[in-house]
Nanobody, 123 residues
Framework: QVQVVESGGGLVQAGGSLRLSCVASGRTFSSYAMGWFRQAPGKEREFVAA????????YYADSVKGRFTISRGNAKNTVYLQMNSLKPEDTAVYYC????????????????WGQGTQVTVSS
């Protein structure tokens, strides 16, 4: 069984930064592609960023490109989402997802999900 656990959410002012972390356990971490998604109240879950198993390929939603950076430390079984220049519209629950085969923006392709961490950006 694969477990995915996010951390690092919180309250920050607009223009500030946060770093989210996600630990995946249960199999060799480097065998998973990882993704970040978010869901704001009353809205559908949306893609934020993804990273391939070896970290060589990264993908971003247009809304976060240039502000967010996804990275992974396979030795620590952890994927990170560095979020800079945060905006109130970034407020959402952020979810980490893992999949053995898929790297991309389709949430339904990911098999393993965390419980989410709340990010709130005040104006």
């Amino acid at each position: 069984q694969v477990q995915v656990v996010e951390s690092g959410g919180g309250l920050v002012q607009a223009g500030g930064s946060l770093r989210l972390s996600c630990v995946a356990s249960g199999r060799t971490f480097s065998s998973y592609a990882m993704g970040w998604f978010r869901q704001a109240p009353g809205k559908e879950r949306e893609f934020v960023a993804a990273i391939s198993r070896n970290g060589g390929n990264t993908y971003y939603a247009d809304s976060v490109k240039g502000r967010f950076t996804i990275s992974r430390g396979n030795a620590k079984n952890t994927v990170y989402l560095q979020m800079n220049s945060l905006k109130p519209e970034d407020t959402a629950v952020y979810y980490c997802a893992a999949d053995t085969y898929y790297t991309g923006n389709a949430y339904y392709e990911y098999d393993y999900w965390g419980q989410g961490t709340q990010v709130t950006v005040s104006s």
